[in-house]
Every structure is written in C-alpha cells, then in structure tokens.
C-alpha cells in the first residue's frame, strides 16, 4: 500500500532563515505532487504541484520555491523566511489529477 | 475559474443530533467532488468521493452527501453526530480538465455533549 511522509512535524524558525520540509511517498511511481499550506481561518492555499520531475507549476507567487529531486519526494525550500510564512504545510499526493489526494500529517512552522 | 463555497464557517451540534454541512461548486459542468475531513494537527482524510454514477455517496464514519447537479451543491449530512465528529470538513472539486484540486475554507463541527 501507498504511504506518505512528511517531515518535521513542526519546526519553529527565525525570520531571515532558510526552510526545507520534505515529503516522500512509497508504493508508487510517478505520482502527482502538491504542497499546500493552510493559515487559520484561510482554509487550503495550493502552492505548487508537479506531475512528474522537472516539471512543477507555481500557484502563488511568493518566497517559497518547490523541487523534486527524485520521483517520489517533494521538498518546498526558502531561502528567507518572513513573519508570514507560518502556518501549516501539507504535502499530498494522488495518482493523477483528476484523483483524490492523500495528505500527509503536515509540518506546523512558526516563524518568529 | 472553479470555485467551492462552504456557507458556514463553525457548526455547532448537539451529540446524537443530525447535522448538514452545505458546500456548493461554481460550474454546471461536470465535476468530481469530494468531502475531507481534518482532526487537530493532522492531514486531511476522505470521508467520501463523488465521480459519477448514484447521486447519494456514502462515506467513512457514517456520513453521506448527495450531489445536486440543478443546485450545484453537494452537501455532507450525518443522521446522529458522536463527539468523536468534531473536526473541520472541508469540500473539494476536481473541474473537467487538468487541474488539481480546489478546496472550499472549510467549516468547524463542534459537537457538544
């Protein structure tokens, strides 16, 4: 069966230091990537998603930037994190677009 | 652009009590529609899916939602809510085409003992 990892679980980060959650799946090859960040009371903010390596789309312009080394990992990285960057990271991945996802359990970053 | 609407923001329930969480799509077009659930500090699990087929999906923990094509909406019910239920719900839809997934905010069932 297919499984998925995400980690840390949480990470507390002072702004102006750079970020790197990364997210693994096993069981499956080639799947759809997604990062997703949720702010309290904002609901689920898509940030970038990759159907394949090299190729990863951007949803929202901001400081974060995503890549995927491998076919089954997905990292989201910043080089300097501001105040506005906290929240909660979920990864999540399906089988194609037009499938449900799977999340991970998320990673809460709280920049100070 | 597709878009989901979830009306209420916090419900709150009597335990043993029904429950109704409304969400509503923005295209008459085909869709796939789907409700998840999120307990504190965890990812998002499927309660259930709707691709094609029988209108009225049945979904993990006993609840249901029925897809309404005139009234583009697909709301999620449970005839008896456990304290257990309370959690966020959030409605998603897959539009026709290649794009991902888009998510309704969300809204907040507290069930009260």
């Known amino acids: 069966s297919q499984t998925i990892h995400q980690w840390p679980a949480t990470l507390v980060q002072p702004v102006g230091s750079p970020l790197s959650l990364e997210c693994t799946v096993e069981g499956t090859s080639n799947p759809n990537l997604y990062w997703y960040r949720q702010a309290a009371g904002r609901g689920l903010q898509l940030l970038f998603y990759?159907?394949?390596?090299?190729?990863i789309s951007s949803e929202v312009p901001q400081n974060l930037s995503a890549s995927r080394p491998q076919d089954r990992q997905f990292i989201l990285s910043s080089k300097k994190l501001l105040l506005s960057d906290s929240g909660f990271y979920l990864c999540?991945?399906?089988?194609?677009?037009?499938?449900?996802?799977?999340f991970g359990n998320g990673t809460r970053l709280t920049v100070t | 652009a597709q878009s989901v609407t979830q009306l209420d923001s916090q419900v709150p329930v009597f335990e043993e009590a029904p429950v109704e969480l409304r969400c509503n799509y923005s295209?008459?077009?085909?869709?796939?529609l789907f409700w998840y659930v999120q307990y504190p500090n965890q990812g998002l699990q499927l309660l259930l899916k709707y691709l094609s087929g029988s209108t009225l999906v049945k979904g993990i923990n006993g609840f249901e939602a029925e897809f309404n094509k005139s009234q583009t909406s697909f709301h999620l019910r449970k005839p008896s809510v456990h304290i257990s239920d309370t959690a966020e719900y959030f409605c998603a839809v897959i539009p026709s085409g290649n794009t991902p997934l888009v998510f309704g905010k969300g809204t907040r069932l507290s069930v009260i003992a």
């Open positions: 295209s008459s077009v085909s869709v796939y």
């Open positions: 990759s159907i394949g390596i090299d190729q």
């Open positions: 999540a991945w399906s089988p194609g677009l037009n499938s449900p996802l799977h």
